[in-house]
């Protein structure tokens, strides 16, 4: 079920401020390195990770924060159990896999240091309201809020009531739900939104993204919106800036053959510095409507085409298809005067590979007919 209602906007603004770059589409897309559980419990290979992430250019790198007591319970049975066959985490109990992904809570002021030394935005994504209270004494600029807590009404409320800017993942969301998220970080104080299109499988399949989305989320809530990309290699990301998309947020890792996990559907150092470049030429490319030569184009003018004498012309000799044509380059009559003077005569000698000029045909001189009925029943 969908709906036409248009979520209140108060806090809508043409771009949003987190720590020292700005988001919008003005602005070369903000990339965001998803460090999530690939630290492998080290923190020497997190901030290995970090590093890497610097070196490939990333504006950002996130991290998350919980403890497996925050996210569920200790049992091992039932629904507590990922029963699905084809899970990269099949038969782990979410407590086991909470414990194995985690980033230490002791470990948030190193990393986050080492983000501030290497010039990278460092934030998180809060999973209860614990969480935020302990990001909110490290001074994270913003929050990420995941998929699967963006029905979490009291977290978000707690998170948006820092006033900080604020970044959704929508995956598995109706569009009713959304508009109640949306509401309620307005609600609580969020001026600054940002709605990340998100399909929560995982590995995700680039036919499940629906990144035409995108554009309706930015229409209908009045928000800056990015994608959180799950799929494997960079094709989605890029293409989501063709359709607005000003945050990429990628899973990433050292190496994915040292496991992990996530390191099924993160990318390695190369592919992120790729991510990084060809999402920069991606929103150099869009440009804005625009006709006409461009400034770079100017000089291709000249190799356009236009009449010229393929053969020697001799004075009052009728210009006809074996003496002229229309060729490259572009110092001649337009070709949309071909026609029209076939069959008049030359008033000059004109050499072989000469432009024709109105003033080289006889009948033709400079008048009325050639420079303006001529030109306005080619237009027509």
């Known amino acids: 079920m969908t709906s ?12 949003i401020q987190i720590g020292d770059r700005r988001v919008g589409l003005s602005h070369p897309p903000l990339v965001v390195a998803e460090m999530s559980g690939n630290h492998n419990q080290s923190l020497e290979r997190a901030l290995a990770i970090v590093e890497a992430a610097a070196r490939a250019g990333v504006g950002a790198l996130k991290i998350q924060t919980y403890t497996a007591d925050t996210m569920t319970l200790d049992v091992s049975e039932g629904e507590f159990m990922v029963n699905d066959a084809k899970s990269l985490w099949a038969g782990k109990s979410l407590y086991r896999l909470y414990q194995e ?45 995941a998929s699967f807590e963006n029905i979490d009404l009291p977290l978000i409320r707690r998170a948006a009531s820092t006033r900080k800017p604020l970044i959704i ?44 989305t995108l554009s309706d989320l930015r229409r209908r809530f009045g928000v800056e919106v ?15 800036v063709s359709l607005g998309a000003t945050v990429i947020e990628k899973h990433f890792t050292l190496k994915r053959s040292d496991g992990g996990v996530d390191s099924a559907f993160s990318i390695e150092p190369e592919e992120m510095k790729k991510l990084v470049e060809e999402s920069m030429r991606a929103w150099e490319a869009l440009g ?37 044509r229309i060729i490259r380059p572009a110092l001649g009559l337009a070709p949309k005067h071909y026609d029209h003077i076939l069959g008049k005569r030359a008033s000059r000698t004109i050499p072989r590979g000469k432009p024709i000029q109105w003033e080289s045909i006889e009948t033709l001189k400079l008048t009325e007919e050639a420079t303006g009925k001529v030109g306005a029943k080619s237009r027509a």
């Open 4 to 15: 036409d209602k248009k979520t209140n906007q108060p806090g809508k603004r043409d771009e």
């Open 101 to 145: 992904a985690h980033t230490p809570w002791e470990w948030h002021k190193t990393i986050f240091g080492r983000c501030r030394k290497l010039g990278l935005i460092g934030f998180s994504t809060p999973f209860d309201v614990s969480s935020v209270d302990f990001l909110e004494s490290h001074g994270v600029p913003c929050y990420k809020i």
């Open 169 to 212: 993942s929508t995956g598995m969301a109706t569009l009713e739900e959304l508009e109640e998220t949306i509401e309620t970080a307005r609600g609580a104080g969020c001026q600054d939104l940002i709605l990340l299109k998100c399909t929560s499988c995982y590995p995700a399949p680039p036919k499940a993204l629906h990144l035409q």
């Open 226 to 240: 990015g994608i959180s990309d799950h799929t494997v290699g960079i094709g989605a990301s890029i293409a989501a």
């Open 288 to 324: 804005q409507v625009t006709y006409g030569p461009t400034p770079e184009e100017k000089t291709s003018l000249l190799y356009r085409r236009s009449i010229y004498a393929v053969k020697e012309i001799k004075a009052g000799e009728v210009l006809s298809k074996e003496n002229i």
